[in-house]
């Protein structure tokens, strides 16, 4: 089936550690997005890609860092600059036409 | 610049009863709307969407929306709630062409009670 795979579920990140969270989509997709979720918060946008070699920063970036080498992945690192970390992120995809977007079941992100 | 407002953090409903989320939205064009929903750890599902044409639109789950541009809203409503409806549900607005992020309201959470 088609969709939007997020790994791990859990993640946990020692002070000064930065860690990678993954996304993958076999939807043949070109944009993928990153958001974080705090409670309260709704979706906060991170950073977004609408091409391959190419992302923008959306509203909360700072301390964040994203590749997108290939159409089906969107990798975000978590840097040590990111000092509150600790939240869950969802990572989501659309195709063309402004399409709906699709959401991954997301990766919890805690410090130890 | 876009936004989204969702009045109400939190609402309760009986079982059986019906219901209505309030969504209003700031928007320089023609928007594109959404409604997702979200169970407890989980990703987002869509619920619907309006892009154009009828102005009451049909989702899944027995779900439905009415786009009233005088009034800069897009309120999703059920006329029976079962209890597998209690989750957080969220509007979203973007543009009308082209990949750009939607924005998000912060969403309402959903109680329901027997």
């Known amino acids: 089936d088609g969709g939007i795979t997020q790994s791990p579920k859990y993640l946990f990140r020692k002070e000064g550690q930065n860690v990678t969270l993954s996304c993958e989509q076999n939807l043949n997709h070109d944009a993928m997005y990153w958001y974080r979720q705090d409670p309260g918060q709704g979706l906060r946008l991170i950073y977004y890609?609408?091409?391959?070699?190419?992302?923008q920063k959306g509203d909360i970036a700072e301390g964040y860092s994203v590749s997108r080498e290939k159409k089906e992945s969107f990798p975000l690192t978590v840097t040590s600059a990111q000092k509150n970390p600790t939240a869950f992120y969802l990572c989501a995809s659309a195709g063309t036409g402004n399409q709906p977007q699709h959401f991954g079941d997301g990766t919890r992100l805690s410090i130890l | 610049a876009q936004s989204v407002t969702q009045p109400d953090i939190h609402i309760t409903v009986s079982e059986g009863a019906s219901l209505e989320l309030r969504c209003n939205y700031s928007y320089g064009a023609t928007p594109y709307l959404f409604w997702y929903v979200q169970s407890p750890g989980q990703g987002l599902q869509l619920l619907l969407k309006?892009?154009?044409?009828?102005?009451l639109v049909q989702g899944i789950k027995g779900f439905e929306a009415e786009f009233k541009r005088s009034q800069s809203s897009f309120n999703l409503r059920k006329p029976s709630v079962h209890w597998s409806d209690a989750a957080e549900y969220f509007c979203?607005?973007?543009?009308?062409?082209?990949?750009?992020?939607?924005?998000f309201g912060k969403g309402t959470r959903l109680s329901v009670i027997a």
């Open positions: 309006y892009f154009s044409g009828d102005t």
């Open positions: 890609s609408q091409i391959v070699n190419d992302f």
């Open positions: 979203a607005v973007g543009p009308n062409s082209g990949n750009t992020p939607l924005v």
